[in-house]
């Protein structure tokens, strides 16, 4: 990995953009401008993607899945649900390293005791060189 593991919220940086994306993006910016946000930190793109490639995918099908864009049949459900499912099945099926369960578990700790923990998935893998 080559930046931080974690932003938080209230510190990102436009030069940090690609690294959490849109949507933690704008809401540090909201909260550097005043506006009212939660406490809060992301997971940067650069530790879900090392994640995504410890993950043994399988058949060939999802092989090289963290580096790839699928090509899907988007009126077809039953491919849809069968690929979603063979997904979601390497995903709980690879145990998520210790180190960052005590890093994020860490950072949980540092949020103000009346703080909610939320955990939102937002799947973007950067699109461009790495």
């Known amino acids: ?44 793109h650069d530790l879900f993607r090392d994640f995504l490639e410890q993950i043994n995918w399988g058949g060939a099908f999802l092989a090289d899945f963290p580096h790839s864009s699928l090509h899907l049949d988007v009126d077809n459900p039953q491919q849809l649900r069968a690929i979603a499912h063979q997904i979601q099945r390497a995903i709980w099926d690879t145990p998520f390293p210790e180190e960052w369960q005590d890093m994020i578990l860490n950072a949980a700790h540092l949020l103000p005791p009346s703080a909610l923990l939320i955990c939102r998935p937002s799947m973007s893998l950067a699109s461009g060189s790495d």
């Not at 849109?22 to 940067?44: C, E, N, R, T, W």
Request: net charge negative; charged share 5%; aromatic share 14%.
């Open 1 to 44: 990995m080559t930046g931080q593991p974690l932003y938080w919220l209230n510190q990102i940086q436009t030069d940090s953009h690609h690294q959490v994306g849109d949507k933690a993006f704008y809401l540090g910016l909201a909260h550097q401008q005043g506006y009212p946000v939660l406490p809060g930190f992301v997971i940067s």
